[in-house]
Nanobody, 125 residues
Framework: QVQLVESGGGLVQAGGSLRLSCAAS????????MGWYRQAPGKQRELVAT?????????ADSVKGRFTLSRDNAKNTNTVNLQMNSLKPEDTAVYYC?????????????????WGQGTQVTVSS
């Protein structure tokens, strides 16, 4: 299994910045893709940004040029950081970390999709 621990949410004024971090731990063999999704009240969960093991990033059109996702693949560290600049009220949502990872199981390697508990980001106008 994989545990995802998120940090960095909070309240900020429009135009401000926040940095979200997500650290993955567990019986990880490899992490294929890791990133962030968000869900605003009354809306479906949507992709914010993801990054592959090869560091290829994908961003939602609504955050391009404002958000930057980076990944630390150092030994014993599987962490992604989402730098959010020029925040807008419409960025207000619960942000969820996500990982597509391969883990070591008793029966061998198993690929799965994992979610963090979510962290609230509120941008005031």
């Amino acid at each position: 299994q994989v545990q995802l621990v998120e940090s960095g949410g909070g309240l900020v004024q429009a135009g401000g910045s926040l940095r979200l971090s997500c650290a993955a731990s567990g019986s990880i063999f490899s992490i294929n893709t890791m990133g962030w999704y968000r869900q605003a009240p009354g809306k479906q969960r949507e992709l914010v940004a993801t990054i592959t093991s090869g560091r290829t990033t994908t961003y939602a059109d609504s955050v391009k040029g404002r958000f930057t996702l980076s990944r630390d693949n150092a030994k014993n560290t599987n962490t992604v950081n989402l730098q959010m600049n020029s925040l807008k009220p419409e960025d207000t949502a619960v942000y969820y970390c996500n990982a597509d990872a391969t883990t070591r199981q008793t029966m061998g390697l198993m690929r799965g999709n994992y979610w963090g508990q979510g962290t609230q980001v509120t941008v005031s106008s």
